[in-house]
């Protein structure tokens, strides 16, 4: 899976709606793109549904990828923002639910992990908030650069690098990691 | 040389960073049919976008058939209080109007026909 092959399948996507080759750049990202956004939300069929979003809106937006950066980058970008979207959404929905005296959306609703489910990743990411969650993602499990992070979350390089420093540090405090046990 | 320098400083990985990342890496999750899902919404969304103009176009000629009618009884009436005799002169020199403007809609709806195959 290399950049060069990903660059021509969105050029000959771009040239002539070619729909096979969208197809393509689907089934060849969709295992990172749905695992990012399952370490977000923590919810397997909500990060599907909004892997699915993320897909449609990239088939929208695909003549501006500009092709300097990798297409996995881009495409997290918008599966963040996808995120951060539902996200907003559901607060509101939350708020407007209150508001008419009716009872949250029932948790047991969503396919979350059952507790004794729960890996040392989900308890390493519980401590993390939303934001450092993102970054240590794109960071260690879809091995972004800090370039490529910066551009995916529309921060400078500098605070990505602080962000990460602060989650690396929650990490260390919460689970009482001492430098000698790495590795 | 200051952006190699910075590329150097991302790229040099310590114990935690390998700790971390053995942490976070997970198996590439089994295709499962969501593929052929995203491609399924893609492909209605792109009959969609062909159908909207033809349906416009008739959706359109729906609207305007009744206003069109009125104002061809307009213009009809309208060329009764012409004089015969400019009505004459216009027809020797346009002899065959009613053949080039079948002509010119037939055109366009071939171009409208090719531009949708090409899609």
């Given at each position: 899976m290399t950049r060069s092959e990903d660059h021509q399948l969105v050029a000959r996507v771009v040239s002539g709606q070619d729909a096979n080759a969208f197809g393509e750049l689907v089934s060849r990202h969709q295992s990172q793109v749905r695992n990012f956004l399952r370490k977000l939300t923590g919810d397997f069929a909500l990060a599907d549904d909004l892997a699915q979003d993320a897909f449609m809106h990239a088939w929208d937006k695909?003549?501006?990828?500009?092709?300097?950066?990798s297409f996995i980058g881009w495409l997290l970008k918008i599966a963040y923002t996808t995120f951060l979207q539902s996200r907003r959404r559901s607060k509101r929905y939350a708020e407007i639910l209150q508001d008419v005296g009716q009872s949250m959306v029932?948790?047991?609703?969503h396919h979350s992990m059952p507790a004794e489910e729960v890996t040392d990743l989900e308890k390493l990411l519980a401590v993390l908030d939303e934001e450092e969650r993102a970054i240590m993602v794109m960071s260690y499990?879809?091995?972004?650069?800090h370039r490529e992070i910066s551009d995916a979350t529309s921060m400078p390089v500098g605070s990505v690098k602080s962000v990460i420093f602060r989650a690396k540090d929650k990490i260390r405090t919460n689970f009482d990691i001492k430098d000698h046990q790495y590795g | 040389m200051t952006s190699k320098i910075i590329n150097m400083a991302d790229s040099i990985k310590d114990a935690e960073d390998r700790f971390l990342e053995s942490v976070f890496r997970t198996d590439s999750l089994a295709d499962n049919g969501f593929s052929r899902m995203v491609m399924r919404r893609i492909r209605r969304r792109l009959w969609v976008k062909r159908l909207a103009l033809p349906v416009a176009v008739v959706v359109g000629a729906a609207v305007a058939f009744k206003p069109l009618v009125g104002l061809v009884a307009m213009l009809a009436g309208i060329l009764q209080v012409v004089p015969n005799d400019m009505l004459e002169t216009a027809n020797q020199a346009l002899p065959h109007l009613s053949t080039y403007i079948l002509g010119a809609m037939l055109l366009a709806a071939c171009l409208l026909g090719l531009r949708t195959i090409e899609e």
């Open positions: 695909l003549q501006t990828f500009s092709g300097s950066g029932d948790e047991s609703r499990a879809c091995g972004l650069s | -």
